[in-house]
């Protein structure tokens, strides 16, 4: 085979290997699959107020976790008080997703959701937003602890 023939046969090779090995990764891009990729405790800081935040997440099932968001400072609340919010997710594509209801101390509620993004073996993207669609954040959490 000559050096031309060569060249094309890889170029060929590569146009049809990679963009298929990057749709196989999906969004988390290295093709492990999501599998227990959510489960562990997560640690992050707030973009909007410095609090740190921190996220528990079991596998309850297939496509199914219980969550649980702890943050320090509540900005939705005034900003003074730590809170928490604990509801289930589900796997949607190879994000998990989680809407919940956040219940400050004075009664005020705001329906909340949850878009959680890996980026790699420890480090995701949270994307917050109230049910209505209004942007809250999008923060980076690193894993502290996994089960596996």
Same mark, same amino acid.
């Given at each position: 085979?000559?050096?031309? $023939?060569? &060249?094309?046969?890889? &170029?060929?090779?590569? $146009?049809?290997? &990679?963009?298929?090995s990057v749709v196989a990764g999906g969004k988390k891009g290295n093709g492990k699959g999501m599998g227990n990729y959510f489960e562990g405790y997560w640690i992050g800081i707030d973009p909007n107020d410095g609090g740190d935040t921190r996220r528990s997440i079991v596998k309850t099932g297939k496509t199914t976790y219980d969550f649980v968001a702890r943050d320090s400072i509540i900005t939705l609340c005034g900003g003074g008080e730590p809170g928490s919010v604990a509801g289930t997710a589900t796997l949607e594509d190879e994000w998990l997703v989680s809407e919940s209801a956040l219940t400050c101390l004075d009664g005020t509620s705001f329906d909340l959701v949850f878009t959680l993004i890996p980026q790699n073996d420890n480090l995701m993207v949270e994307h917050l937003e109230t049910a209505s669609g209004t942007f809250i954040y999008d923060a980076y959490f690193w894993r502290q602890v996994a089960p596996y």
């Open positions: 085979m000559n050096t031309v $023939a060569a &060249l094309f046969q890889f &170029l060929v090779s590569f $146009a049809i290997v &990679l963009p298929t």
